[in-house]
């Protein structure tokens, strides 16, 4: 009664009642083997129909497909200006490109290196390991090891002096090393402190001594350190040269010959080590770039056997490494340019800004390219791989190579830009701080991901595609094969490798929401039994 009572506009419509499964009437839809490929059936205009329902990343991707021979060389072209400033690529070190620039810390930590010098706050030592524990104490050890000290330093000297004269640097060529830069048990002030020690060693004053020989030694006595000081700053060029020109004179001086005409009588001064930030600093950066070819290396070839038998093909890995060394050429190229050239220093943004200079010239820090190598590496191939495996879908479904990447790139062109936006944005935070090392890194990262993201799986492995497509036999992914299909393609309707079974917008249509095409036949199936 209450239904009675309401209007008649506010009665609901009867909700029909779905028919048995027998009775629905069979979709007037042909089968897809007898239909011809939708994307290769152009309209009067002579574009595909589908492409342009495939949204735009297919729209790009059929035309970058068609003008290959253009878009492909014009890519080559546009990473050959970074080749060479990538062969200049160079690399400072220290710690100022690991402060932030502009804060109070860091600009103390600069007044105490120009009032006390860079060795005030990272000393060089020379650390001795005599013959026996005793020689600490033993005058004639003593003696040996202040004067081949004394001979380090005239050979530092001439060393400097003649670097100075060759690149005409004035202060170099007047460049000196005095014995008094040395400080330790056998040398005080540029004098030998031999006869010192021996006295002190004496039982009168035995408790003066070990308090002395314990203040440059170990307990056991059996290393001793040397404290070195310089005016120039070790983490310079400059400073790197006078730290290999003193390593090559201490290590011609681990024998002291008091008298060359009776080298018999030479006394064993023991082994010596330089050590100190610079120097470890030094050897690091260069064990780490003299292995970085090796490194690379084997990246590239770990990367093809993984995709290779990942993809069951040979020139999927191939073409896979080669758009990522085009990503690392431009990506690395315009970092040197940024940074060590100052291409972008005359807009004045600090994440842009040249390295620090001073004495050291404009570079990339050190453990900057070589971070960022690593993680380019991952995220390049991330990107390349969950683009190539829709691809692959596609083609084993019987689509050819050109419809095959169209087909990903509708559906994996939007979800590989937005992750590439989201990396970019979770990098660029590196940007927004003041210390080098980070905005160098951040830089790297978010040129590269937005070069694999909108270039190489948009552009470059289209192209790249195109034209291996032109090769008999879909070379693209030689020597796989398609899988055994349960359903027979008629001959009659193939076009070449351009047939493909997508439905049509019709044929999809009329199969309504609810159902889909297995992909070879006409038979709709529902969402539950879809594997």
Not at 137 to 142: D, E, F, I, N
Not at 406 to 411: D, G, I, M, W, Y
């Amino acid at each position: 009664p209450m239904l009675d009572a309401q209007p008649a506009a506010m009665r609901r419509a009867p909700v029909p009642v779905a028919a048995e499964p027998d009775a629905l009437e069979e979709p007037a839809v042909q089968p897809l083997h007898a239909a011809p490929s939708p994307l290769a059936e152009p309209t009067a205009n002579g574009t595909p129909p589908d492409v342009l329902a495939l949204g735009f990343w297919a729209r790009l991707g059929r035309l970058v497909q068609r003008a290959w021979w253009l878009f492909l060389p014009l890519l080559v072209a546009a990473a050959a200006p970074f080749v060479m400033p990538l062969l200049r690529l160079g690399y400072i070190e220290g710690v100022l490109s690991l402060l932030p620039r502009g804060d109070m810390l860091t600009d103390s930590f600069i007044e105490l290196q120009a009032t006390f010098g860079v060795t005030t706050v990272f000393p060089n030592t020379v650390v001795i390991l005599p013959p026996a524990p005793l020689d600490l104490s033993q005058r004639a050890w003593l003696n040996a090891s202040c004067h081949a000290l004394r001979e380090v330093g005239r050979n530092v000297t001439e060393v400097m002096r003649a670097h100075g004269r060759a690149t005409g640097d004035a202060v170099l060529a007047n460049y000196t090393m005095d014995a008094s830069d040395f400080s330790g048990v056998m040398i005080q002030g540029g004098l030998c402190t031999g006869l010192l020690v021996e006295l002190l060693e004496s039982p009168l004053a035995k408790e003066w001594g070990d308090m002395l020989i314990g203040a440059f030694a170990n307990a056991e006595r059996t290393a001793t350190k040397v404290k070195v000081t310089t005016t120039l700053d070790p983490f310079s060029t400059v400073g790197q040269k006078w730290i290999d020109a003193l390593r090559v004179a201490l290590d011609a001086s681990q024998r002291w010959v008091p008298d060359p005409s009776f080298p018999h009588e030479a006394v064993v001064v023991g082994e010596i080590h330089l050590t100190g930030m610079a120097e470890e600093q030094m050897d690091g950066a260069a064990a780490t770039f003299a292995s970085l070819p090796r490194v690379i290396g084997a990246t590239l070839v770990i990367v093809m056997c993984v995709l290779g038998l990942a993809f069951r093909s040979l020139l999927v890995p191939v073409r896979a490494v080669l758009c990522l060394v085009w990503m690392l050429i431009v990506t690395f190229g315009v970092a040197v340019l940024v940074y060590q050239t100052g291409v972008l220093e005359a807009w004045g943004l600090r994440p842009f800004s040249v390295s620090p200079a001073p004495p050291a010239p404009h570079a990339l820090f050190w453990m900057s390219p070589c971070i960022a190598f690593s993680i380019l590496v991952g995220l390049g191939l991330d990107y390349d791989i969950f683009f190539m495996e829709a691809v692959v879908e596609h083609y084993d479904h019987g689509f050819s190579p050109r419809d095959a990447v169209v087909l990903a790139l509708r559906h994996t062109g939007t979800t590989i830009c937005v992750a590439g936006v989201i990396m970019f944005l979770a990098f660029g935070a590196l940007l927004l701080g003041s210390t080098p090392i980070l905005n160098q890194i951040g830089f790297l990262l978010c040129l590269g991901v937005l070069i694999d993201c909108f270039v190489t799986t948009k552009v470059i492995i289209p192209c790249a595609m195109a034209m291996l497509d032109l090769i008999p036999g879909d070379a693209n992914f030689w020597p796989r094969e398609r899988p055994v299909s349960g359903h027979a393609i008629d001959p009659s309707n193939v076009n070449s490798r351009r047939t493909t079974l997508m439905p049509s917008v019709a044929q999809r249509h009329s199969i309504g929401p609810a159902n889909h095409f297995d992909g070879a036949g006409s038979t709709p199936y529902t969402d539950a039994n879809r594997t």
